[in-house]
């Protein structure tokens, strides 16, 4: 993980594009784990499933940088760039949201792309998200659209 977050092209659609370092990733991943223990809900590893492999991460996080949209639980994904345009990112999303839906019993998602990033915007499309509008982030003022599946809405495509 700390691989894909030295990337800065991985990183240029995160916060304010800044990369992590081995030890910002530690405690990242620290952070992670403590949220399954808090909300009973977080992210899951991404592996290739014929190398094991790690790709990344997709999964649920409480979005606290946009407070306008709370309470809310966002999904997410990050992927080494090798990892890029295979299907990785719609799979897991995917999934994840199968797992917010029917196992966590959640009534929406919500997924948060910067503006300008069309590869996350796709992948909001093919999960069935409808944007729900486009806003600016208090802190770093980026501008941001809101993507949103509701559990009824998630229903009616199953």
């Known amino acids: ?50 190398t ?14 946009l407070p306008e949209v709370l309470p809310a639980v ?27 839906f029917e196992e966590l019993g959640l009534e929406r998602i919500l997924s948060i792309v910067q503006v300008g990033n069309e590869a996350s915007e796709r992948i909001t499309a093919k999960l069935g998200m409808r944007l729900e509008r486009e806003t600016v982030t208090p802190a770093g003022g980026r501008r941001v659209r809101v993507f949103e599946l509701s559990a009824q809405r998630y229903a009616r495509t199953r």
């Open 1 to 50: 993980m700390a691989a894909v977050n030295a990337d800065p092209e991985v990183m240029r659609w995160i916060r304010d594009g800044s990369v992590l370092d081995g030890q910002q990733t530690r405690e990242k991943v620290r952070a992670w784990d403590a949220g399954w223990e808090t909300r009973g809900f977080g992210l899951f590893a991404v592996e290739v499933r014929a």
């Open 74 to 100: 966002e999904v997410g994904w990050r992927l080494g760039r090798s990892h890029w345009g295979q299907g990785l990112a719609t799979e897991a999303g995917a999934a994840a949201v199968r797992f917010g």
């Open 52 to 65: 094991g492999e790690l790709a990344g991460f997709t999964g649920f996080s409480v979005p606290d940088f």
